[in-house]
């Protein structure tokens, strides 16, 4: 009887015990209309505690709907919602009575949602396996994280055909990446490097060769990770390490830097805890393969090393700088010209030599058993030279831009200019033949100073009396010929060499409110050229010409128009640039019967926020362009775009400058504070950049009176409203090629709404649009351009 009273004892307190346990899970259910605001530390945890649900701040002010460790001191992320953007404080996560979990941030514009039939969704649970699921009342699963992961897998996770894990950007932006992993509709389970801005596959780096067989991975509870066949059977585990013995956090993650890696949670290892049981590939710099397309894992002209903790870095050769993260290297220096002048540009390089480092792939000339010095000779002299690779006797030449960078055994010879363009760092050393060399011809120099020293004496006393008698009118026509101070790459040109050069001003090819532009052809060289003749300088015009030409001829960058020469003689200003044989933006985009590519259109507005972003940040003396807009940028022979007419707000009188009262600029992309009693920053150029990059994204004029509909005659108002409304596709209404990339669309319209704010300080500045537009950081919801407080 007593044995009897016992067992009912057990048994009630079984039945209490599960009852009470699953009054904790069910009191964990997340009920109809329950929201969490970011900033105000509640969660939605696991019955366990072991995850939770809510809003982490990853960057000062701006916080991811995530899923992550709750009982570890790092908190490790594990899912979020939006990583591509990231939410101010006060965003608000609800479950709303209709079963819809919604993300709005704090001006009420939705960022992310899972939308439900109304009367499906109960409730929404965080489970103890890191899976947020929304549930009906028969908790029957309708939606669950796990079928949307980001960068991680856990225990019970599976991933099918065609899903994809993307990594973070860095470790600190967790953004998508250059890399993923994924099950490929073919069955094979590969890593590869994508394409950015796209998401176009570039390299599959690593494979399991399971092409036709794979079906599912799954990751089991004992640590083990098997990609199996449709029948269920094992086809091949993804590691070869086994079970674990005991109760251990784990987590399968494609990291920032392209490796899949299983960790393993072990309390005794700090600060983080997190071992390495196992990672693919072995070696991430040497996974690149040589018919591989791309910059490697580290980017272009950038060099991958492996540190003793087995994980990857990044460098730059000698001569270049880092655009951060994987992005690769960009050279400090203008790069060797390829035109008339290539011949006289090389003796302004030298090389940097740098010992274990290659770039073993995409040589365009190899040559044998031939000399060192030969070697650097014929790179030297080349033009499209900017690399070589010495070793045994074979030289291995490389254009720019080289690609999957690594350590080994080899010698690189990095071409340097000699006199570093665009920084002040000092460069190595030449060489000592080299110095030897020009000891030689600065001592020969020297000597032939120093023995016509008398003779120049003589010379500049006989000018000196000479120009003492000259009149007034040969004295200016003198002077005008005089270069300006640190201008050394332009020639002057007399009133009369622009006359015969353009034929008498015959050929006319544009105009503007301050100049007309002719059609020219030096007699030198016989160049083509396009001759701006300006209407009407300022008073103070020979100085302050001069002083302007100067500034726009250090100018040196692709995206910009060079300038070759100029005419200061008597009244006449005169600017000679090169001839740009494709004509202005505005002809390629609005008058041409055929729609330009969308590629093309893409590739054009990064180039030319590029060159803007020169301008802005890059000349020795910033310069505010003022008229940014589809005419002031000119197309080369490749439609390469070149922005035209930087650098002459300075050289007109202000009201030459003016299409509008009191107004630097033309109608249409005229930034708001020209209309206000406010300080004209680089933000204006800024500005007039977002309207023209909504031009080339919907291929049509920033106001057009003649549309059916009203809403649509201001292109950024309309552009607002589509963003506002989730209907970008009605911006490229008829182009199939846009419509195919919507995310690239988003991307492009998001950044130009930023830059039409009308309040200047919130608009970025071009540095910040480039990485916007490069996809090297997620672009922030915009507010609406007009919430302005006037």
């Known amino acids: 009887m007593a044995s009897c009273r016992l067992l009912l004892l057990i048994i009630n307190i079984i039945i209490i015990s599960t009852t009470v346990k699953g009054q904790e899970s069910s009191n964990r259910n997340v009920t109809l209309g329950s929201s969490i605001v970011a900033n105000s530390n509640s969660t939605w945890t696991s019955p366990s505690g072991e995850f ?101 897998l856990l225990p019970t996770q599976v991933l099918n055909r065609q899903s994809v894990l993307y990594s973070s950007f860095s470790a600190t932006n967790f953004s998508r990446g250059k890399f993923k992993f994924t099950l490929q509709a073919d069955g094979n389970l590969v890593l590869v490097t994508r394409s950015y801005p796209s998401d176009e596959n570039v390299n599959a780096y690593w494979s399991s060769d399971t092409r036709d067989a794979g079906f599912q991975l799954i990751f089991n509870n004992s640590g083990v990770i098997n990609l199996i066949r449709q029948n269920g059977t094992l086809l091949r585990p993804l590691f070869g390490s086994g079970s674990l013995a005991g109760q251990f956090y784990q987590r399968l993650v494609l990291e920032h830097d392209g490796v899949l890696r299983h960790y393993v949670y072990d309390d005794s290892l700090q600060p983080s805890g997190w071992s390495v049981r196992n990672f693919e ?42 655009r951060g993260g994987f992005s690769g290297c960009a050279p400090e220096f203008v790069q060797h010209r390829c035109d008339l002048q290539q011949a006289q540009d090389a003796h302004s390089f030298t090389f940097n030599e740098m010992s274990g480092v290659n770039w073993p792939f995409k040589d365009y000339a190899i040559f044998r058993d031939v000399e060192e010095a030969w070697c650097r000779q014929s790179c030297i002299s080349d033009c499209l030279c900017a690399l070589v690779i010495y070793s045994g006797r074979v030289c291995w030449m490389k254009a720019h831009p080289f690609s999957n960078g690594r350590e080994q055994e080899a010698k690189a010879l990095i071409k340097v ?23 030689s011809i600065t001592v020969t120099i ?18 000196f009396v000479f120009y003492l008698k000259r009149g007034k009118t040969t004295m200016v026509e003198q002077r005008s010929r005089v270069q300006p101070a640190g201008v050394s790459t332009i020639s002057s040109f007399s009133f009369k ?14 105009r503007g409110a301050c100049s007309i532009v002719y059609r020219g052809t030096l007699k030198t060289d016989g160049k083509i050229v396009a001759v701006k003749k300006l209407h009407k300088v300022f008073e103070q015009a020979d100085d302050e010409f001069k002083a302007e030409v100067s500034s726009i001829s250090r100018t040196n960058h692709k995206n910009l128009v060079q300038l070759l020469g100029y005419c200061d003689e008597g009244q006449n200003r005169i600017l000679v640039y090169e001839f740009m044989t494709n004509g202005s933006l505005a002809t390629f985009l609005f008058q041409k019967s055929v729609r330009p590519s969308w590629h093309k259109r893409v590739q054009i507005a990064f180039a030319i926020a590029r060159g803007i972003c020169y301008l802005h940040e890059d000349c020795s003396v910033p310069i505010i362009h003022c008229d940014i807009k589809p005419q002031n940028v000119l197309l080369d022979e490749s439609f390469a775009p070149k922005i035209a007419d930087f650098g002459l707000a300075k050289l007109l009188k202000a009201d030459q400058t003016r299409t509008m009262t009191g107004i630097r600029g033309t109608k249409g992309y005229v930034a708001p504070e020209w209309f206000r009693n406010m300080p004209i920053t680089v933000k204006v150029d800024v500005y007039s950049f977002g ?68 309040d200047p300080t919130l608009r970025p500045h071009m540095n910040i649009v480039m990485h916007m537009l490069q996809g090297s950081m997620q672009v922030p919801t915009p507010p609406d351009p007009t919430a302005f407080i006037h």
């Open 52 to 152: 939770a649900f809510g809003f982490r701040e990853v960057s000062p002010g701006t916080f991811l709907l995530a899923v992550w460790f709750d009982q570890i001191p790092d908190k490790t992320l594990v899912w979020s919602a939006n990583r591509d953007e990231p939410v101010p404080a006060g965003s608000t996560v609800q479950l709303s009575a209709d079963g819809t979990l919604e993300l709005v941030n704090q001006t009420g514009s939705q960022v992310w949602a899972i939308p439900a039939r109304p009367g499906t969704v109960a409730y929404a649970a965080m489970l103890d396996n890191g899976n947020l699921v929304l549930a009906s009342n028969a908790s029957a699963i309708l939606w669950q994280s796990f079928d949307f992961s980001t960068d991680t």
């Open 497 to 510: 060499e622009v006359e015969e050069a353009t034929d008498g001003f015959n050929e006319e090819l544009g």
């Open 281 to 322: 590939p072995s070696n991430i710099c040497h996974a690149i393969r040589e018919d591989d397309m791309g910059g490697g894992p580290c980017g272009f002209n950038a060099y991958c090393t492996i540190k003793p903790d087995g994980r990857s870095t990044c460098h730059c050769p000698s001569g270049y700088y880092s």
């Open 417 to 439: 200019r000699i006199n570093n363009t665009f920084t002040s760092n000092p460069h190595t050393p030449p060489s000592g033949r080299e110095s030897s060399k020009r000891s």
């Open 691 to 758: 309207i023209m990059l909504l031009e080339l994204m919907c291929c049509r004029r920033s106001y057009e009176a003649d549309v059916e509909d009203e809403g649509e005659a201001v292109l950024a108002d309309w552009a607002y409203d589509c963003y506002q409304q989730g209907a970008l596709d009605l911006l490229v209404a008829g182009d199939e090629e846009a419509r195919s990339d919507m995310k690239t669309l988003e991307i492009y319209v998001k950044t130009a709404i930023w830059c039409i704010q009308e």
């Open 446 to 463: 020297l000597s032939a100073l120093l023995g016509c020293s008398v003779l120049l004496f003589l010379l500049l006393s006989f000018f």
